[in-house]
C-alpha cells in the first residue's frame, strides 16, 4: 500500500458505520429524510426539516464543487504539508456540503467552484472520502 498520511480514526458506532465504510462499495452516503427527502450531514436522529425520524442512508453522487477552500502549510503530525482543506457542495441539495482534502493536484491550485468527485482512502475499516478534480481523475 502506498505511504498513507496519518489520519485520526474516527471510532465507529451505529450512528456513523454507514458514512465511514460506505467507501469500501465505492458509495458517498449520507443520511437523508424518508418523509421529506432532506439530506443530514453530519448524522442527526432526526429531520431538522420535517422533524420525522426515518432517517436512512443513502448513497449520492459523488460529484460536488468546492464551496470554500485553505491550505495548510504546517506539519502538525510530521506528516506531508501543504494540502488543501475544502468544503465540498453537492448537487443533491444546496447546503448540502462536507470537510475534506482535495487531492491530485497542487493543493494552490484547487478553488472556489472546482468540480470534484469522490475517491477513498482505506485505514483499516475506515475509508475516508477525499475529493479529486474532476478533469484529473478521469
Known sequence: MADLP???????????RFFWTAGERGELRFLRCQACGYYLHPPLPRCPECGSREVAP????????????????????????????????????????????????????????MAVQVTFEAHDDVWFPLFTPVAASG
Request: glycine residues 10%; aromatic residues 8%.
Open 58 to 113: 443513502e448513497a449520492v453522487s459523488g460529484l460536488g464543487e468546492v464551496y470554500s477552500v485553505t491550505v495548510n502549510h504546517h506539519s502538525w503530525d510530521g506528516g506531508r504539508e501543504p494540502y488543501a482543506i475544502a468544503i465540498v457542495g453537492f448537487p443533491e441539495q444546496a447546503d448540502l456540503r462536507m470537510t475534506s482534502n482535495v487531492i491530485g493536484c497542487p493543493p494552490e491550485q484547487v478553488c472556489i467552484g
Open 6 to 16: 496519518f489520519r485520526v480514526l474516527p471510532r465507529l458506532d451505529d450512528e456513523n
